[in-house]
């Protein structure tokens, strides 16, 4: 199938804000401001990427919403010049990187729009990715939902029966007579469980959201990054063009996602690895091999248990700084009290009269708590 996979998909009116101009940073910004995102990965527990379009478009896979979008060009009455089939592509720098970053513990976690397939190619790990709008080289069986690894992209999508039996018997031992089915949302589809759990736990508990090449306007997959904001993480914004949550951002890097990335690399003096056919699981399968590429109960149940961890020590921060907060302002008011009462000569000294001034103290139930205390 050729890229253009959106031929596939049913009309849809509401494509968002498209054709936007592209922005560059100058050199010494973008060095500058790649020198804080690599001391922030640095410094973070917790990093999520979340990969859009634009990561994918060094590797001759149009994006939708760019100048030569998809969809700009749609509304154009014009149609994207693509010179690569999804088989063809391959990985771009970012998406080795990202895989090497991965390696290396720098970050945790990926949460992907892209359909194409390409950081699966990159060899990573089914733990380590969350693919919200499907994968042009997995394939699901509509009875026991398992997915697996295909040699070639589907020939449809928007989640259409490919004819072929499911393949659960090759490496569960049970048969299932469910068929297969491509993973490709269509507009109106809903995203996948596991996937959207995933992402909406690592979100949450990620000090570091990073998005690279995405103008964040789908939802849910684009309110994603902002989910940790609630429990005191930064988000990062990697793109050309501005993004629906540029406001939200504590740092925004408009520039080609690749350079960006390698000059991080670079200071993290990390090489970022070539691209290998014996690397690539689409690619590598002995004949007859049934890959499965399945979301394990036990990684939910894993990031899970952190989300409550985390969620539960920032409901144990918040109520430690209200309690400074309401005594800050208790003190105040006795303050207040104090002086007035000097002044009207009704006190000589309020350490004397401590029980005389809470008297006259108009205070909270909370604030008479805290002075009792
Ligand atoms: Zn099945």
């Known amino acids: 199938m050729s890229c253009n996979y959106a031929d596939g998909l049913s009309p849809y009116e509401h494509k968002g804000v498209l054709g936007v101009p592209e922005k560059f940073e100058s050199e010494e910004k973008l060095n500058e401001k790649c020198a804080i995102l690599t001391d922030w990965i640095k410094n973070s527990k917790h990093v999520v990427v979340h990969t859009g379009a634009g990561i994918s478009t060094s590797a001759g896979i149009p994006d939708f919403r760019g100048p030569n979008g998809v969809w700009t060009l749609e509304k154009q009455g014009k149609k994207p010049n693509i010179n690569v089939s999804f088989n063809e592509a391959v990985p771009t720098k970012t ?7 991965i390696e290396k513990n720098h970050i945790h976690y990926i949460i992907s729009q892209n359909i194409d397939g390409l950081h699966l190619k990159t060899g990573i790990s089914r733990s380590n990715i969350a693919e919200l709008h499907g994968n042009m080289f997995i394939e699901q069986c509509n009875t026991c939902e398992s997915q697996f690894v295909r040699t070639s992209p589907t020939a449809t999508v928007g989640k259409k029966c490919l004819e072929e039996d499911c393949k659960r018997a090759a490496v569960r031992g049970r048969v299932c007579r469910g068929k297969l089915h491509d993973t490709i949302l269509d507009w109106e589809d ?6 959207l759990e995933m992402s909406d736990y690592h979100s949450s508990v990620a000090d570091l959201n990073i998005c690279l090449g995405t103008t964040l306007q789908i939802v849910p997959s684009g309110n994603l990054p902002l989910r940790g904001k609630k429990y005191g993480g930064k988000v990062v914004i990697v793109n050309l063009q501005p993004t629906k949550h540029d406001k939200k951002a504590d740092l925004i890097i408009n520039y080609y996602v690749d350079q960006v990335i390698c000059n991080v ?3 993290l003096s990390l090489e970022i690895p070539e691209y290998t056919l014996d690397i690539d699981p689409t690619r590598n399968q002995l004949p007859g091999a049934v890959l499965e590429w399945n979301i394990s109960k036990s990684n939910i149940k894993q990031i899970q248990k952190e989300f409550e961890r985390v969620s539960k020590e920032h409901k144990k921060r918040k109520s ?4 400074i907060k309401s005594k800050k302002k208790a003190v105040k008011k006795f303050d207040i009290k104090v002086e007035t009462l000097k ?3 009704l006190i000589k000294n309020e350490t004397e009269n401590v029980e005389l001034v809470m008297g006259f103290v108009d205070l909270t139930e909370e604030e008479d708590d805290i002075f009792t205390e």
């Open 190 to 195: 809903s995203l996948p469980d596991n996937d």
């Open 95 to 101: 998406h080795m990187a990202l895989k090497h970053l």
């Open 320 to 323: 430690e700084e209200n309690f």
């Open 265 to 267: 690399m670079k200071r």
């Open 343 to 345: 002044n009207e000569g």
